[in-house]
């Protein structure tokens, strides 16, 4: 759930300064008189009050757009702010920006400031404190937004503690959490030089589908945490950006309601588990319902790696810690341990249900990924579940490294068998890693932290990543997807892990409650 300030309807608005000059309607003849003790009262960022010459002006909307940022004139919130006005503008700027704000004359502002130096002090003090809560208060536009970790370091302000922690963890010590992207850190480019880049194109098929960009948006639980619509602003999103979006088998909507909100060409992709043996038996009637019903449903990604739930320690923690503070949203999210745990043999019968391929989403060795092309499945997504489920699993692209090479020995095309990888990715680069190795990745946590700014967001991290895979594309020296190969890549030092002190491990510990 997002903090109540959300509501101060601050996204989108904001970065529009000079329309806010132009709303400003009130005029100079509607003034009183103001005491001292009243202008006092008017000094938090969500009523703010200043004195500038003897006028006292209501700068509470003025304040977030200020381009000298809010904490320079919060410093001046219910007092006199006519030196630290001047000393910085044109007096003109009082009639141009704040005609309409004013509320009225002051005439007994204290002449002298008697203020003892602990009084200081406390002032200081409450000044950190208002700015503080102005940096939550107003996040960065749309427009200041520079990469997918902006957004992460947005949404840590922003949510609460629970679903922040929900979001954000992975099970146990976070080993494979971390991995993901330091192995993605591990493998570098090889560029070529001087290649004919004229007909350049990000456009890529899909399991036959044409979508506007190599990668796709993954599934989650409890996307209408972050905004109320979750998957459906995901969707729309994804539709917006002509990619594919996973919806998932415990979404807060059920998929046919998501089918029919979609666009026609959306593609999407189902997620799906089986929690018990009911499931497992209901499985093909369920698959040939969508098939029938649900064109754009293009696929169906089956979870492998379910036979427990990862214990995520650190959010069961905070949720002890916030024990008394009912999050009904949250409980029932993680899900019970299931009831039926699939086998190979199970998979017969089902995948022969349906024309749809069905991907083994959660296969992490070569031997599974070898078996499952041979069985004729159509592909397999390797993942971790973004390190939720096994602490200590390899890191998703190192696991990709080595199936890629098992499928090139064993001559197995992407047109038979597609693979997929998701886990730790965020650049462009990332992208064009996994797609190196002959995989299509799709995006996790990214996705969601970019929901905090509702669909927008979800569209402005979908075209970052478009533009830095298409610049890096064209640094690399290729025109286009398709002739992405691994002789793009040094892989020389991706399984190298040297021991580093793990500071990002100590940062992560969250102490036990009530232990002295
Ligand atoms: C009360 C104390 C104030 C302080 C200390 C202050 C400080 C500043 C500073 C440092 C900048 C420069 C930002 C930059 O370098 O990009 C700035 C910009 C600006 N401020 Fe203020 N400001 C104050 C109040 C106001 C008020 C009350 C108004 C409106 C009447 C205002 C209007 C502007 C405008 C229009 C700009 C952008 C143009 C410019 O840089 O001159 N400021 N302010
Ligand atoms: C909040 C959250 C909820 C998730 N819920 C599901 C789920 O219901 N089913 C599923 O298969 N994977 C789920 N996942 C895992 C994602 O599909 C994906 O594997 C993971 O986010 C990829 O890792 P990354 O976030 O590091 O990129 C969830 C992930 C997160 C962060």
New binding site residues.
């Given amino acids: 759930m997002i903090r109540e300030f959300r509501s101060v309807g601050f996204f989108g608005a904001a970065s529009v300064f000079w329309s806010w000059k132009l709303r400003q309607t009130l005029s100079s003849d509607q003034k009183r008189v103001v005491s001292f003790e009243e202008l006092q009262t008017h000094n938090k960022p969500d009523d703010c009050w200043i004195a500038i010459n003897q006028k006292v002006y209501d700068v509470t909307e003025f304040i977030k757009t200020h381009p000298g940022g809010v904490a320079r004139i919060l410093r001046y919130a219910g007092n006199d702010a006519t030196k630290g006005f001047h000393s910085m503008h044109h007096p003109q700027y009082l009639e141009t920006f704040l005609d309409g704000s004013l509320v009225g004359e002051i005439n007994d502002l204290p002449t002298k400031k008697k203020k003892t130096s602990t009084r200081k002090k406390q002032k200081l003090i409450e000044i950190e404190e208002q700015e503080e809560q102005v940096v939550k208060l107003i996040p960065p536009t749309l427009s200041q937004i520079f990469s997918l970790s902006d957004f992460e370091v947005v949404a840590k302000n922003v949510l609460s503690p629970a679903t922040l922690v929900?979001?954000?963890s992975g099970a146990d010590d976070e080993f494979t959490?971390r991995e993901?992207?330091y192995a993605l850190g591990r493998i570098f480019f090889r560029p070529r030089c001087l290649t004919d880049i004229s007909n350049f194109s990000i456009e890529t098929d899909i399991l036959g589908v044409r979508t506007a960009a190599p990668f796709f948006i993954?599934?989650?639980?409890?996307?209408n945490l972050i905004q109320p619509e979750g998957e459906k602003i995901l969707a729309r999103a994804a539709a917006e950006e002509k990619i594919a979006y996973?919806a998932?088998?415990?979404g807060s909507v059920s998929l046919e309601q998501l089918h029919a909100e979609t666009a026609h060409g959306q593609v999407l992709f189902y997620?799906h588990?089986f929690e018990s043996a009911e499931e497992l038996r209901e499985a093909p009637k369920l698959f040939k319902h969508i098939e029938a019903t649900m064109p754009q449903v293009k696929a169906i990604?089956v979870?492998v790696d379910?036979a427990a739930r990862g214990h995520r320690e650190k959010e069961y923690k905070v949720r002890e810690m916030e024990a008394g503070k009912t999050n009904a949203n949250l409980a029932g999210?993680l899900g019970s341990e299931p009831e039926y745990v699939a086998t190979w043999q199970d998979f017969e019968t089902i995948r022969k249900s349906t024309n749809l391929p069905i991907i083994l989403?959660?296969l992490q060795r070569k031997e599974d990924i070898l078996k499952a092309a041979e069985l004729g499945f159509r592909g397999a997504l390797i993942?971790?579940?973004?390190?939720?489920q096994l602490d200590f699993s390899k890191p998703?692209i190192e696991t990709l490294a080595e199936v890629h090479e098992a499928l090139k020995e064993k001559k197995i095309e992407r047109n038979q068998f597609q693979l997929f990888v998701?886990?730790?990715?965020?650049r462009g680069s990332d992208v064009i890693k996994a797609l190196c190795l002959g995989a299509i990745p799709?995006?996790?946590?990214?996705m969601?932290y970019s929901e905090v700014y509702g669909q927008k967001g979800v569209e402005k991290a979908s075209q970052l990543l478009k533009e830095e895979i298409t610049r890096d594309m064209k640094l690399l020296g290729a025109g286009n997807v398709s002739c992405l190969d691994d002789s793009y890549l040094d892989l020389s030092s991706l399984t190298v892990k040297l021991w580093v002190p793990d500071f990002q491990y100590e940062r992560n510990y969250t102490p036990m409650v009530n232990v002295i």
């Fill in positions: 929900y979001v954000s959490l993901n992207r993954s599934s989650f639980t409890g996307s996973m998932p088998k415990r997620q588990e990604f979870n379910t999210l989403k959660g993942s971790n579940s973004g390190g939720r998703a998701e886990g730790g990715f965020s799709a995006i996790g946590r990214p969601l």
